[in-house]
């Protein structure tokens, strides 16, 4: 489900708020990194693993936008630590 956030947050004026054009873009980046797990996952699947590690650094990169290198690096490492394990 995609929600337009400039149709929900109007400030008085009946204008955009400016915060919301970075809002959109998270969302974004992370729709698009779900996009990339999702295919991640299905080269994993079939054993194609170098290309299902490029393809989550690639995804794990489209979120640093939003949350910063060092919460997504520790997102990846507890990741991949429970893969491994």
Same mark, same amino acid.
């Given at each position: ?24 873009? %998270? ?12 295919? %991640? ?17 690639? %995804? ?15 997102? %990846? ?9």
């Amino acid at each position: 489900m995609i929600v337009d956030l400039r149709a929900l947050t109007v400030a008085k004026e009946g204008k955009p708020r400016q915060s919301l054009d970075k809002w959109e873009r %998270a969302i974004s980046s992370a729709h698009q990194a779900l996009e990339m797990f999702r295919d %991640a996952e299905t080269k994993r699947q079939i054993q194609v693993i170098d290309e299902a590690n490029a393809i989550v650094r690639k %995804a794990m990169e489209s979120l640093k936008c939003r949350y910063g290198s060092l919460t997504s690096s520790r997102i %990846a490492s507890d990741h991949l630590s429970h893969t491994i394990a």
